[in-house]
């Protein structure tokens, strides 16, 4: 029989619907609910190694109870870092097409991790601004978008908080932090980053938010630059985390 060409017009536009409201799981492919806007099916949610309590009281890192050997032996700059889950499997694919996929909807995936984040960890409660960690100009026009600003617009209109878009700024470009020693991470950080206007900070608790925390080189020279513009606090909170 042949096709007289509905068929294909169905197809084109379930692909398009797709792109806007995917009706797909993005990691396996099954058929997803209508009413799902994670955009995950509920086997790979569960699949999603999530952190709970306990975890070190500055880093995050889970399964400490109190201060890590690594916070003890170093100063931080924030006052506490947390993440939704692991950066392993399922949540390292949507960080991935997030980032290097061009798929945009998936930071509501990953916001909506981080949003249930307040309820695991009260200590994240009570910010009043929320700021993405930036991408120098050059990368973000490369890119297209800076994650950590879908991700802190998805979480700022969930909790309610506004967001500061570009206030704190890379001054400088710099070698991308993976696979980097610990060593050559905090100097490739250095003085990466300023404040335009230091009042919008003052003596405020500043909410940095990231996609991935590693060694937290970046997170805490992002906190230095806004504690020395005057904040009151900075936490730190990221959609995922190296073990």
């Known amino acids: 029989m042949m096709d007289d060409g509905n068929g294909e017009k169905v197809r ?14 993005f990691v396996c492919g099954k058929p997803l609910e209508p009413d799902n806007r994670m955009f ?17 009281g500055r880093c995050g890192r889970p399964g400490c109870n109190g201060v890590c050997a690594e916070c003890r032996k170093a100063y931080r700059y924030y006052n506490v870092a947390r993440a939704a ?18 798929k945009p909807y998936l930071a509501k995936t990953l916001a909506g991790l981080m949003v249930d984040s307040f309820g695991i960890f009260p200590e994240l409660a009570g910010c009043a601004v929320i700021v993405p960690v930036p991408l120098h100009r050059v990368r973000e026009r490369e890119r297209g978008f800076n994650q950590a600003h879908l991700l802190a617009k998805a979480v700022g209109n969930a909790v309610g ?7 704190l ?4 470009d710099a070698v991308p932090q993976t696979g ?13 980053f300023s404040v335009g206007d230091p009042s919008e900070f003052a003596d405020k ?8 925390l590693t060694t937290g080189s970046t997170a805490d020279e992002c906190s230095k630059t806004l504690v020395e513009a005057g904040a009151k606090t900075v936490s730190v909170l990221t959609a995922a985390r190296g073990e």
């Not at 889950?85 to 061009?102: P, Q």
């Not at 050559?184 to 003085?191: H, P």
């Open 12 to 25: 084109l536009w379930e692909s398009f619907l797709n792109l806007l409201f995917p009706l797909f799981c």
């Open 40 to 56: 995950l099916c509920s086997l790979c949610l569960v699949n999603i190694r999530r952190i709970r309590s306990p975890v070190c």
């Open 85 to 102: 889950g692991i950066y392993e499997g399922v949540l390292k694919e949507c960080i991935h097409g997030l980032k290097y996929g061009r």
């Open 161 to 167: 908080v506004g967001v500061s878009r570009k206030n």
């Open 169 to 172: 700024r890379r001054v400088r």
């Open 180 to 192: 980097l020693p610990r060593s050559l991470r905090l100097s490739n950080v250095r003085e990466l």
């Open 205 to 212: 608790e500043v909410l940095l938010i990231d996609d991935v």
